[in-house]
């Protein structure tokens, strides 16, 4: 039986492909183990600096497997075990995370998109809260990341209606990164993968950390944290070699260590 999850892992990127094409590629308890799995790799490994996640088949991923869903089970168990942990370990990973999303990003698989740090989408890409379709809310942070990234009234749209967005609109909206010609989809995100991959890691990973605070901080609060995570980048190999660098005209070689 194929793997639902392939794991390749090249020059310092871990490239993970969901890959149950049958099911456009739908979250199964197994998958979630496999992914959990390869993120917690990802995370230790020092050479892996960057991650990609796309789905294999027509699709990016359909959220939630639904033929795996007993009558009367109890949804929240599954987010509580799956899903939530899912979108707190991609947001809290100290890598940058980009996400290819190719024909439709559905539910779940919508919102797993929107947790990543820099999604690119095919143009005849489409992105879809389903959920009310099928009478559920929003959820694998939806209700968060939706208002946050295209608006109160966007995502209110989004959530009630259950309309698919397409890729231009998703760009314009500012919940993805950018939407690219279908054929330059892989090509790209790759692209981005690997530069990501040759920059300074530790410093990114606390990008990630200080955007995402900056969602409940004050500006106070943001100007004290932002002192904070300087002050540990600026103790870096990379922040030492990125300034030889600058001072000696010439590409900067980083490591990505913390120190
Ligand atoms: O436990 C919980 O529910 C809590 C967690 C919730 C998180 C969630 O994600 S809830 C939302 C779950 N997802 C959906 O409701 C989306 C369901 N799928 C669709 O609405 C449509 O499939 C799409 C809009 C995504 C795509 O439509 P289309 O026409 O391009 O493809 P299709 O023909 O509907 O799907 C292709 C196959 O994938 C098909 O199987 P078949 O007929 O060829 O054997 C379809 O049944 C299967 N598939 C698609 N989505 C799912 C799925 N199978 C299981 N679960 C799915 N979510």
Not at 64 to 67: K, S
């Given at each position: 039986m194929a793997e639902d999850l392939l794991v390749a892992r090249r020059d310092g990127v871990y490239v993970l492909t969901l890959n149950r094409p049958d099911r456009l590629n739908a979250f199964t308890a197994s998958l979630h183990q496999a992914v959990r799995a390869a993120l917690e790799d990802a995370e230790r490994d020092p050479a892996c600096r960057a991650i990609l996640l796309h789905g294999a088949g027509r699709g990016f991923c359909a959220g939630?497997?639904?033929?795996e869903i007993e009558p009367g089970a109890d949804i929240g168990d599954i987010l509580e075990h799956r899903f939530n942990p899912l979108i707190r370990r991609i947001h809290a990973i100290p890598k940058p995370v980009v996400c290819a999303v190719h024909g439709v990003a559905a539910g779940a698989g919508a919102n797993l998109a929107f947790a990543c740090d820099i999604v690119l989408a095919a143009r005849s890409a489409r992105f879809v809260q389903a959920f009310i379709k099928i009478g559920l809310i929003p959820d694998a942070g939806g209700t968060w990341a939706l208002p946050r990234l295209a608006g109160p009234a966007r995502a209110r749209a989004m959530a009630m209606l259950g309309d698919p967005v397409d890729a231009s609109q998703a760009e314009a909206w500012g919940l993805i990164w950018r939407a690219v010609p279908d054929e330059e989809l892989m090509q790209e995100a790759e692209r981005i993968a690997a530069q990501l991959a040759t920059q300074p890691t530790h410093a990114l990973g606390l990008i990630k950390r200080a955007l995402d605070a900056s969602q409940t901080h004050t500006l106070d609060q943001q100007l004290d944290l932002e002192r904070d995570l300087q002050r540990e980048a600026g103790r870096t190999p990379d922040f030492a070699e990125g300034t030889r660098a600058f001072l000696e005209k010439r590409p900067p070689r980083f490591t990505g260590r913390p120190a």
């Open positions: 939630q497997d639904l033929t």
